[in-house]
């Protein structure tokens, strides 16, 4: 049944629906609010000084999990791994807060009509309702009246979208410029002073190495990790139920003071052991799961943790060590300590150099603008010169990097003039304009409708993502 998500350009058609953000969602199965016990009620976080329930919050996990089944159908299980969904859902219930706070609601009728609208709870262009039970039953594994709260907070997050950003425009001038800046090629000659040069002839002494360490001991602390016991147990599809009730008597003996080796051995599995590893960082034999990471780091060693549910498998997790936050000895790591500070060095040696030479430059084209000579002031400097382009402001410039501050900085130069030192990942640089490509106008009054189009959605969803990020900075998650 995934599979329906994606047959026929569906998930095109639900995202160009929803594309007014991320995407989040009663019918005739029944309306009715959802009642919470209070007693004894644990708390998620804060939004807006209000406790939010742990409850409340697994609620809105549930929500973007079936978002993210719409959006990737029978492609969800190979995903799930790299998706926060943890975040998503806490992101989701900042924004039903502030859609709340502004009164923004949603009526049955399009509650109704909206879930109506889903093509793949459609046969023959119709909505059918046996196809809408088997499809919440067996892929979404959610209620109806569940599912039917999503669609309605969904909608209530898309009018406060459209709220918000109903007022934002994109002139003609500010299409023009920015199509010009996607489109228009530049091509300029540089000098570039690279770290890397320079260290092959920095050798710091030792007692400059244990300095340095211990002023910048920071750098080499050692984060939160882990390490673990664990069984897979590989289930046959996404729907495999043996598999899953297995892993869950299989806990059972677990919770029974057994041993994992011993129910390994009885089950003809194989207990394996992932070795210290960080708590951002993907656990060795599984791979990246927010799930079971949010489990490790809230456990006990010694605890054994619930069956977890990882793309194609079940796993029984021992929390076997943890180690808290560190920092070496100097002896462990002086290795490490001294490639740090040959690099920072050689940055520093690459800087001066480079200053050194547009100092010069500047001085050449104060006096005699036409004397001056890239390569050869390269060389005089012990640097090296060569030429980029044409390239785009979105493009990428082999042996450099992202082409975006080499285009902004040559966008502005004009006849001999060079740019200030500009500082990339792989060094520093000084550029010069060796030639521009300007745009199609023509082309362009063929395409500005459209393009206005796309520059007005992304100044909207930018926007958009700046007001989420502000509520979400006001907001606490536990």
């Given at each position: 049944m995934l599979k329906q998500l994606r047959h026929k350009k569906t998930a095109r058609k639900i995202w160009i629906t929803l594309a007014v953000l991320v995407l989040p969602a009663f019918?005739?199965?029944?309306f009715g609010s959802m009642v919470r016990n209070n007693d004894g009620e644990k708390f998620a976080g804060k939004i807006n000084n209000r406790s939010i329930p742990e409850e409340e919050f697994?609620?809105?996990?549930?929500?973007?999990?079936?978002?993210?089944?719409?959006?990737?159908?029978?492609?969800?299980?190979?995903?799930?791994?790299?998706?926060?969904?943890?975040?998503e859902a806490w992101d989701r219930l900042v924004l039903l807060k502030e859609a709340e706070r502004r009164g923004i609601s949603v009526s049955d009728k399009e509650v109704i009509d909206f879930v109506q609208s889903y093509p793949f709870f459609q046969d023959k262009g119709a909505f059918n309702n046996r196809i809408y039970g088997q499809m919440l039953q067996f892929v979404f594994h959610t209620q109806a009246r569940v599912f039917e709260e999503q669609v309605r907070q969904?909608?209530?997050?898309?009018?406060?979208?459209?709220?918000?950003?109903?007022?934002?425009?994109?002139?003609?001038?500010?299409?023009?410029e920015e199509y010009r800046?996607?489109?228009?090629?530049?091509?300029?000659?540089?000098?570039?002073?690279?770290?890397?040069?320079?260290?092959?002839?920095?050798?710091?002494?030792?007692?400059?190495?244990?300095?340095?360490?211990?002023?910048?001991?920071?750098?080499?602390?050692?984060?939160?990790?882990?390490?673990i016991s664990y069984i897979e147990l590989i289930a046959k599809d996404a729907d495999d139920t043996a598999t899953k009730d297995k892993a869950r008597s299989l806990f059972l003996r677990l919770t029974k003071k057994e041993t994992l080796d011993k129910v390994a051995k009885d089950n003809g599995l194989t207990v394996k052991e992932s070795g210290f590893f960080p708590e951002t960082g993907p656990i060795p034999g599984i791979g990246w799961s927010p799930q079971a990471l949010n489990l490790i780091i809230k456990a006990v060693p010694g605890q054994h943790l619930n069956p977890i549910h990882i793309d194609k498998s079940y796993y029984l997790i021992l929390l076997k060590e943890r180690k808290e936050p560190y920092v070496?000895?100097?002896?462990?790591?002086?290795?490490?300590?001294?490639?740090?500070?040959?690099?920072?060095?050689?940055?520093?040696a690459a800087k001066e150099k480079v200053e050194s030479c547009f100092?010069?430059?500047?001085?050449?084209?104060?006096?005699?603008?036409?004397?001056?000579d890239f390569n050869k002031a390269a060389k005089t400097f012990g640097l090296k010169s060569s030429s980029a382009g044409?390239?785009?402001y979105s493009g990428y410039i082999e042996g450099v990097g992202a082409s975006d501050i080499f285009w902004d900085a040559a966008d502005n130069l004009k006849g001999q003039d060079i740019s200030p030192v500009l500082e990339m990942p792989s060094g520093y640089y000084i550029i010069k304009l060796k030639s521009r490509s300007k745009i199609d106008d023509k082309k362009f009054e063929q395409e500005k409708e459209e393009f206005k189009q796309k520059l007005l959605s992304q100044k909207k969803q930018e926007a958009f993502n700046k007001f989420s990020e502000e509520l979400k900075s006001k907001a606490v998650l536990k």
């Open positions: 019918l005739f199965w029944g697994d609620e809105s996990l549930s929500a973007v999990r079936n978002q993210a089944i719409i959006q990737f159908g029978d492609k969800f299980s190979e995903v799930q791994n790299i998706l926060n969904l943890k975040q969904n909608l209530k997050i898309a009018k406060l979208f459209r709220q918000f950003t109903e007022k934002i425009t994109a002139s003609d001038e500010e299409t023009k800046r996607q489109n228009e090629t530049l091509s300029v000659d540089y000098i570039a002073s690279l770290p890397s040069d320079f260290s092959k002839e920095i050798t710091p002494l030792p007692e400059d190495v244990k300095k340095y360490f211990e002023k910048n001991s920071f750098q080499f602390k050692v984060p939160l990790t882990f390490n070496p000895d100097f002896d462990a790591i002086k290795d490490r300590v001294k490639e740090a500070l040959i690099k920072e060095r050689s940055l520093e100092k010069a430059l500047k001085e050449m084209l104060a006096s005699n603008p036409k004397d001056v044409p390239f785009k």
